[in-house]
C-alpha cells in the first residue's frame, strides 16, 4: 500500500514554468529522502534532483539555478519546481523515496517509485 503518485507535467512553452508534485500515500514523506528523476525517450533514466530528511539538497547541473525541491510534510507531498524550461527537458519525470542519503544513482538504492508524470518542452 506505499505508494508514490506524480503530478503537475503538462505541455509548457521554452522558458516556461511548472511545478510538478509527488503525493506519498501508505508512508510518510519526512521518513525518506526523495529523489526526482526523468527519462526521456530512447534515454536512461538520471537523477534531477534530491531532497534528504534533515532538508540538504542535491541538484544536477543541468538544472541547478533554475529548478527548486522542497517538502510539504503536512501534505506528505514533495515539489520540483522548474523554471526556463528547454525542449531538453522533455521527459517523463519520476519521484522515488530511498532510506539513503540522497543518492541519485544507482537507481537500485531507492525502494520507491512512482509511475512518472509527462513533461513536454516545445514552442
Known amino acids: 500500500q506505499l505508494q508514490l503518485v506524480e503530478s503537475g507535467g503538462g505541455l509548457v512553452q521554452p522558458g516556461g514554468s511548472l511545478r510538478l508534485s509527488c503525493a506519498a500515500s501508505?508512508?510518510?514523506?519526512?521518513?525518506?529522502?526523495i529523489g526526482w528523476f526523468r527519462q526521456a525517450p530512447g534515454k536512461e533514466r538520471e537523477g534531477v534532483s534530491c531532497i534528504s530528511t534533515s532538508g540538504s539538497i542535491v541538484y544536477k547541473d543541468f538544472v541547478k539555478g533554475r529548478s527548486t525541491i522542497s517538502r510539504d510534510n503536512a501534505k506528505n507531498t514533495v515539489y520540483l519546481e522548474m523554471n526556463n524550461l528547454k525542449p531538453a527537458d522533455t521527459a517523463i519525470y519520476f519521484c522515488a523515496a530511498s532510506s539513503r542519503l540522497c543518492p541519485l544513482h544507482p537507481l537500485s538504492d531507492y525502494d520507491y517509485w512512482g509511475q512518472g508524470t509527462q513533461v513536454t518542452v516545445s514552442s
Open positions: 501508505g508512508f510518510t514523506l519526512d521518513s525518506y529522502h
